[in-house]
Each structure stands twice: as C-alpha cells, then as structure tokens.
C-alpha cells in the first residue's frame, strides 16, 4: 500500500525540553520526506524536508533524520517554546515519479510553559 | 507573487448541489493538487495532475471530479455534494521533486 503512519498523535513537553515525532512509509521508491506545521485554521507551512540520499538536516532547534533501510523518518525539535505549538504533519512522495504526496496523520504538539 | 489561490473560502451547500472549486497558482509549477482535511485529521489527497493535461486519483477520488485547464489551474468539482463531503479543501501545487505550497484552504459544509 501507499501510506505513511504517523506517532504519537499527541504530544506533550515541558517548555525547554525536546520533542520527537516519528513517521514511517511503505514505498521503498519514495524520495522526499517533507514536514508541516498547521496552526489552528491556517494552511500548512513547510518546516523542513529531506531528500532520500541524505541521512539528517538541521534548521536551527530542526532537524529531521531519514533512515531508509527502516523506511522510517524522524522530526526533532530541542528547546521548545510555546510558539511551536501547533499540529506537524510528515509526508512522503510516492507512486509513479514520486509525484503523489500523501501526509501521516498529525501530531498535536502542546508545550507546557 | 499571490502563491497558491483557491476560491471560495467558505460554501455552504445543500444536499444534491454541485459546486466547483477553483485554484490557480503563480509559480509556473507543474504538479498541482487537491486534499480534504477532516476534523482532528490529516491531509488526504483527493486528485493530483503532474503536468498539464494530466490527471490522476489520490486515496479519496470518490464523489469529486477535476480539470487541469491549463498550467496555472486546477479546478475540484462536486457533481452531487453529500454531508461526508463537510471538510476543508486545500489546493496546492509544487514544481517536480520540490516543496508543495498550500493554497489558504476553502471551508465547505453541505447540510
């Protein structure tokens, strides 16, 4: 099948302390893994993204880890702040030409101050 | 640049209405997109069109109908609209390999 699962859906950290969301997909042909944060009714906006021929990126308190043998991805986040609540979506390219995108479930983040 | 537009924001639709929704984007992008968003889920992806004149299903096609009109626009249509239809419509588009940009999202309820 084609579809990217998605954990925890809920996450909730002490402000300061790091948060980890982790997503894994089905098609060994996918080769971009970008990640989403959605603000209560707002459009998703692009955090970070990786391609299959890197292992990690960094973005400041972002980094995002691929490990594509395990077909599974990895968001972190160090020294949350109460602005990075919000609901973070991962997404894989898959099918033919890796055109599609198809989005994990989400993960509502809370930071506690 | 205006990016990624979609209209209308909100509709409200009776039961058996059609309706269609329009995108249009900027950014010469090739491939461009349509998902649903539910309550409390993530984005599902109803159509795609790599390029134009190209169409293709996503995971959730059932009910909705499309068309590339040309490289810049790409319109969702509801033939028939039903209550499960209730959701939030996001168009997006991305040039091939690179970031998908989102439209601000259509609110559509069908009572």
């Known amino acids: 099948g084609e579809n990217v699962e998605q954990h925890p859906s809920t996450l909730s950290v002490q402000e300061g302390d790091s948060a980890v969301i982790k997503c894994t997909y089905s098609d060994s042909a996918s080769n971009y893994f970008p990640w989403y944060k959605q603000e209560l009714g707002k459009r998703p906006q692009l955090i970070i993204d990786i391609r299959s021929n890197v292992g990690e990126k960094k973005d400041q308190r972002i980094a995002v880890t691929l490990n594509k043998t395990a077909k599974h991805f990895s968001l972190h986040i160090t020294e949350t702040q109460p602005e990075d609540s919000a609901v973070y979506f991962c997404?894989?390219?898959?099918?033919?030409?890796?055109?599609?995108?198809?989005f994990g479930q989400g993960t509502r983040l809370t930071i506690n101050p | 640049n205006a990016g990624v537009t979609q209209t209308p924001k909100f509709q409200v639709l009776k039961t058996g209405q059609s309706m269609t929704l329009q995108c249009a984007q900027d950014m010469n992008h090739n491939s461009m997109y349509w998902y649903r968003q539910d309550p409390g889920m993530g984005l599902r992806l109803i159509y795609y069109?790599?390029?134009?004149?190209?169409?293709d299903k996503g995971e959730v096609p059932n009910g909705y109908n499309v068309s590339r009109l040309n490289k810049r626009e790409f319109s969702l249509r509801l033939e028939s609209a039903a209550p499960s239809q209730t959701s939030v419509y996001f168009c997006?588009?991305?040039?091939?390999?690179?970031?998908?940009?989102f439209g601000e999202g259509s609110w559509l309820t069908v009572v």
């Open positions: 997006a588009s991305r040039l091939s390999g690179n970031t998908i940009y």
């Open positions: 997404a894989a390219s898959i099918g033919q030409g890796a055109q599609k995108l198809v």
């Open positions: 069109s790599a390029s134009e004149g190209t169409t």
